[in-house]
């Protein structure tokens, strides 16, 4: 383990700017996003907690231009935009959100291998940071992280105050360390304080639900109507769980074509809205409560079978943002008794 002075980090970030694009929390837009460094400011860990917009926007952009096409004769020319060659460092970011990342990378390189979202995969490095004052919504403890998880990073920081501690985990991660000037050893001391600081953080996650319990009772709900339209109720369809939520992927694909010339682009899109998949057919879920159903049963049932693993990290930022206080937590631990449902069905 290696440390630095907190008050050091831009000098730290200074160095591997020439080589990466780093990115590092930021207010600056309004909204807590992780945002291209100024070169300056440092003081992010002032005020982050968690950012609002998700780290999988540096992967799957919110909006990306896919191809440009232009009428060529009777035919179309296309247009692939270049990939950016430098490679992304992403500073600070939570064990949730990294865990988030590994989530939704089973899909992006799943059957079909998507190029745009895997090429940003492999060209990025993902500095941790652990977290010591949790939100009340959280709940990641209960999934298999923790504030102080280092699984699905390169490099792990814990904040001590005065100190930065730096864990190396992967090869990638072990080789910026080697060339990065400046780092001080941390004592057998410091690895205490920083497992202390972990254990501490950890303790302060008090939310938790059953995982073991929902695996049993959620397919055996999802015939009951009543009890998804008493947990939607209060649902506005606004679609910010889905959006802000770090393991959410869906997408729209449109054209736009103006005298000849045009170009596909992919946004983000939304299992909440009335409107999803209009285009191409019907939405199938038109009544809200199969909405906010597949919502939930996407991240913990059908998710799982496919890729054996949860597709929520209790991140709580959909608990935290919800306008009307949809609460994914109150709806898995009010889950009805119901038959279980057998293995493979
Ligand atoms: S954020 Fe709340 S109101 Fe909006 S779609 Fe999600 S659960 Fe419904
Ligand atoms: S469902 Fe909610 S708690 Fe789970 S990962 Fe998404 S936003 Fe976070």
């Known amino acids: 383990m290696k440390k630095i002075k907190t008050q050091d980090i831009a000098r730290l970030l200074g160095q591997w700017e020439k080589d990466f694009t780093i990115f590092v929390p930021s207010r600056e837009s309004g909204v807590a996003e992780m945002a291209v460094w100024d070169g300056k400011d440092a003081g992010f860990l002032d005020w982050y907690r968690n950012t609002v917009i998700p780290p999988k926007a540096n992967f799957l952009l919110n909006i990306e231009k896919l191809f440009g096409f232009r009428r060529d004769g009777g035919s179309y020319k296309l247009e692939t935009p270049a990939m950016a060659d430098k490679q992304q460092l992403i500073f600070g970011i939570r064990p949730c959100d990294a865990r988030a990342i590994a989530i939704i990378d089973m899909v992006f390189k799943d059957a079909y291998e998507d190029k745009y979202y895997l090429s940003r995969r492999q060209n ?10 949790p939100y009340d919504s959280c709940f990641c403890t209960s999934l298999g992280s923790g504030p102080g998880d280092s699984q699905n990073v390169d490099i792990m920081l814990t904040d001590a105050g005065e100190y930065l501690f730096i864990e190396e985990i992967t090869d990638k991660g072990k080789e910026l360390i080697a060339k990065t000037t400046g780092l001080e050893k941390a004592t057998k001391e410091d690895e205490a304080t920083a497992a202390g600081i972990k254990d501490s953080a950890a303790k302060k996650v008090t939310r938790q639900i059953d995982t073991k319990e929902i695996a049993q009772k959620l397919p055996a709900a999802f015939e009951n109507r009543e009890f998804w339209e008493k947990v939607a109720a209060k649902c506005v369809s606004c679609g910010i769980c889905t959006f802000l939520c770090p393991t959410c992927y869906c997408f729209d694909i449109n054209d736009e074509m103006l005298k000849g010339d045009g170009a596909r682009y992919r946004n983000w899109d939304s299992c909440s809205f009335p409107v ?7 939405n199938p879920r038109e009544e809200k409560w199969r909405r906010v159903r597949q919502k939930v049963s996407h991240k913990y049932d059908f998710y799982p079978r496919l890729f054996e693993t949860i597709a929520c990290t209790g991140c709580g930022r959909c608990i935290r943002l919800c306008p009307v206080n949809w609460d994914i ?8 008794a119901g038959t279980p449902v057998a293995e493979g069905k």
């Open 124 to 133: 990025s490095l993902l500095i941790g940071l652990g977290c010591r004052e």
């Open 276 to 282: 999803y998949t209009k285009m191409p057919a019907e």
């Open 329 to 336: 937590t109150q709806t898995l631990s009010s889950l009805p």
